[in-house]
């Protein structure tokens, strides 16, 4: 089946313009989480959901990000007022019901790469 | 503190021979699983392998598998019979089973590299 896709793959912006990326997980996955990474860095855990509900939002670096899921399907994240600092790769995941206590591995999508001019 | 040390940034090995990734982890929290991800140079996250804390048995998926010592805070992955295809970025990383948080904690990583 179809794996976790993101669009755009690439997104190329001007500092302070606002932006939106689009996570479409595995279907029958209601857990779906949002990660960055930074050139030659670890993943950085934003926010995740299960199923449209973001239980916390305490990994969100500022409050020009938000996330929102609906039809515990699609997601997106936006950055608004972009900095050079958010330039990355966002990465989104999923995975069965988060409740789930073992296992319960996370699927990658390939990732949006951002580039903040 | 929840984290993931992973001590070596980059690791050199010979194809056709054997390698050993280092992780600790540090974490109260007794549920608990360890990750293990491969990410080549297009990107991608790929999944390897997965060990449970209360698993009594060390994981094994093919060519890898992860070595558990539970005392030590330890899960090394050991990836048998180098390939050259197997030159990436591995990352471990781990999940609490015990609260509220769903997310992974990941390592910095090691720069694997396989030499023909």
């Known amino acids: 089946g179809a794996g976790v896709s993101q669009s755009p793959s690439n997104k190329v912006t001007e500092k302070g313009k606002d932006v939106e990326l689009r996570c479409d997980p595995i279907?029958?996955?209601?857990?779906l989480y949002w990660y960055r990474q930074s050139l030659g860095q670890g993943l950085e855990f934003l926010i995740y959901?299960?199923?449209?509900?973001?239980?916390?939002k305490s990994g969100l670096p500022s409050d020009r990000f938000s996330a929102e899921r609906t039809g515990g399907s699609v997601s997106t994240l936006t950055i608004q007022r972009t900095q050079q600092e958010d330039s990355a790769v966002y990465l989104c995941?999923?995975?069965?019901?988060?409740?789930?206590?073992?296992?319960?591995?996370?699927?990658f999508g390939p990732g949006t790469r951002l580039t903040v001019l | 503190a929840q984290k993931i040390t992973q001590t070596q940034p980059g690791m050199f090995v010979q194809e056709k021979e054997a390698v050993t990734l280092d992780c600790t982890y540090d974490?109260?929290?007794?549920?608990?699983?360890l990750f293990w991800y491969k990410q080549p140079s297009s990107g991608e996250m790929i999944f390897l392998i997965y060990?449970?804390?209360?698993?009594?048995q060390n994981a094994t998926e093919g060519r890898y598998s992860l070595n558990f010592q539970k005392a030590r805070k330890s899960a090394n992955l050991v990836i048998s019979a180098s390939q050259l295809g197997d030159s990436a970025m591995y990352f471990c990383?781990?999940?609490?089973?015990?609260?509220?948080?769903?997310?992974?904690?990941f390592g910095k990583g090691t720069k694997l590299s396989v030499k023909p």
């Open positions: 995941a999923s995975s069965f019901s988060f409740a789930r206590t073992s296992g319960n591995e996370q699927f």
């Open positions: 279907s029958g996955h209601t857990a």
């Open positions: 959901f299960q199923g449209n509900s973001a239980p916390d």
């Open positions: 974490t109260s929290d007794p549920s608990y699983g």
């Open positions: 060990q449970g804390s209360y698993d009594q």
């Open positions: 990383a781990m999940r609490l089973y015990g609260g509220s948080q769903g997310n992974l904690i």
